[in-house]
Nanobody
Framework: QVQLVESGGGSVEAGGSLRLSCIAS????????MGWFRQAPGDEREVGAI???????FYASSVQGRFIISEDNVKNILYLQMNSLIPEDTAMYYC??????????????????????WGQGTQVTVSS
């Protein structure tokens, strides 16, 4: 099973930016799906952005226009560029991967919980 390691979290003021990275232990030279999820204290884990290696992306409405998901498939790194951060973005951010060519491009957390491999998370804290 692929190992994922997130980094790049930290504390920033509202309006600031961070770039999260997720390094995968395996190189995948075929279609695959990856995503960034987040979980605030007391809340359920929710999707932030989903990436399909064929080029499709999906963003939750709460981050649309502010966050950008991308992949460096040479370095096996998934990124999440987060701009115009607001206090409501404060959460633990998790990277997930479904490296099967038959992966489903979906925002359903239930799917990712069943079929995804997960990292340990990186904390993002945004102060007002």
């Amino acid at each position: 099973q692929v190992q994922l390691v997130e980094s790049g979290g930290g504390s920033v003021e509202a309006g600031g930016s961070l770039r999260l990275s997720c390094i995968a232990s395996e190189y995948v030279n075929s279609r695959h799906c990856m995503g960034w999820f987040r979980q605030a204290p007391g809340d359920e884990r929710e999707v932030g952005a989903i990436f399909d290696s064929t080029g499709s992306t999906f963003y939750a409405s709460s981050v649309q226009g502010r966050f950008i998901i991308s992949e460096d498939n040479v370095k096996n790194i998934l990124y999440l560029q987060m701009n115009s951060l607001i206090p409501e973005d404060t959460a633990m951010y998790y990277c997930a991967a479904d490296l099967r060519p038959t992966c489903v491009f979906t925002m359903s957390y239930e799917y990712w919980a069943l079929y995804g491999s997960w990292g340990q998370g990186t904390q993002v804290t945004v102060s007002s």
